[in-house]
């Protein structure tokens, strides 16, 4: 159980991110090891995330940036000499430190937070243009019990589908994803999409996704099932729950 009680998707991001507290990122670990839908989530952050790194030219540090950090440190540093009431003749100069003797960490420290706080403004900013607002999420995990796939299931029947891990689809045949709406009832195509990658399918006449409402992927011939009904090997499949 989470002892932070935020949303694991939140917890999820930031751990990719690298901007956990000891507490935190202990709690993070332990989730990735023990619950297969946080581990689900962590994965799909990291694609996402992936994908913004993939947009950026990597960029060399100006060649005075150190100079000019220390030389905005050294004045900051003439400006707050302690103020005293001792009298004038005994007032002890405020002795600056040798250029040699500058708190070469704290520099450090002050370009990595604000390096940290950048990147949780774009992870965050990205975060938001490139994911749905799930009203249920699945993970969906093959016969040994592994996951394969993470469903997320909006109101409007938008559905994101984040493949998880390495999945080899065989020459000829497409994924299709299913869906129960009626428990009772047969399975009905979400969608089909070629390459096991991030992919948004839209199923407008469908009603609503529940929670406890099954999901699963299968191999298909191209076009998909021909028959309307899942005919193929199934990839990985799973129950809906609510996003905390």
Known sequence: MSQTKRPHSE???EFV??????????????????????????????????????TVEPQELPADMWSRI????DDTAGDAAPQTDTAPETVVPFARPEKSARPRALIVTTAASLAAS????????????????????????NDDGQP?????????????????GDTEVPAGQVLQLWT???PDGPPVSVGVFDTPQK????????PSPETDQLYEITFEQPGGSPTGLPTGPILGKGFTRQPN
Do not use: C, Y
């Open 11 to 13: 917890l999820a991001d």
């Open 17 to 54: 991110i690298g901007l956990l507290d000891s507490v935190e990122q202990a709690e993070a670990e332990k989730l990735l090891e023990t619950n297969a839908g946080f581990a689900a989530l962590v994965e799909g952050s990291r694609r996402r995330f992936s994908e913004l790194d993939d």
């Open 70 to 73: 220390s030389g905005g440190l």
């Open 118 to 141: 950048l990147i949780l403004a774009i992870a965050l900013t990205w975060n938001v243009m490139t994911t749905v607002e799930p009203k249920v999420v699945a993970v969906l995990l």
């Open 148 to 164: 394969v796939a993470m469903i997320e299931g909006t109101e409007d029947n938008r559905t994101l589908v984040t493949m998880l």
């Open 180 to 182: 129960k709406p009626d």
């Open 199 to 206: 992919t948004t399918l839209s199923a407008p006449a469908l």
